[in-house]
């Protein structure tokens, strides 16, 4: 039985290493990485999947600001190659955009497969007049808005607004997302 739950500070060394497993050395690099470094993500929206005590999913939301618009960054979502393909992703993401809305959050962008986001709506035509702070794909950045028309006014930079953590070596986990 796998469930998802809220991330607990215990399960920072699992979801490193398999953020580590998935994305490799070089996902510190990403772009989307200089919204999250130094932040922690938003409030009830870091969510694991566990099976028993092994953690086998992950995926983080995280306060931005997109181009004068309030908005969150979706990722890193990672699943466990032994637990994919069997609808965990899907699951993960439901939940996590439910939350999101329920959160009263508007709207959602991301750097990732389009054909993997399309089915949850997310769409690069929504950002085509944002712009990431480096390098980007623009068939990668993606937007949801959780409420029609939320991103009508986004215009310019995508800036990280996340609270910063108020002990930072303890949180290291939280800092060094991928
Ligand atoms: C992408 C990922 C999260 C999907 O997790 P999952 O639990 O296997 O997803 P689901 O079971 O809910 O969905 C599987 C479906 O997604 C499709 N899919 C998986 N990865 C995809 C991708 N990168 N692009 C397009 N479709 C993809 C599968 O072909 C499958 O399609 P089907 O439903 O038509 O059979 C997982 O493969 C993963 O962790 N990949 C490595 C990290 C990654 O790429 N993260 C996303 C950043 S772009």
Known sequence: ???????????????????????????????????????????????????GERLVGTLRLWHVNAGGVPA???????????????GLGTRMMREALQRAAAHGHRAVILVGDAPYYGRFGFSASLTAKLELPGPVDPARFLALELVPGALAGARGL?????????????????????
Not at 15 to 44: C, H, I, Q
Not at 158 to 178: I, S
């Open 72 to 86: 969150l960054m979706l990722g890193p979502l990672a699943i466990d190659p032994l637990f994919r393909g069997e």
């Open 158 to 178: 995508v800036r990280a607004t996340g609270a910063v953590p108020l002990f930072p070596r303890v949180r290291d986990g939280h800092r060094r997302a991928a």
């Open 1 to 51: 039985m796998i469930h998802i739950d809220q991330e607990m500070l215990f399960d920072v060394g699992q979801r490193e290493a398999l953020l580590d497993r998935v994305f490799g050395p070089n996902r510190f690099g990403k772009t989307s990485e200089r919204l999250r470094e130094g932040r922690l993500p938003a409030e009830g929206l870091a969510l694991v999947a566990r099976v």
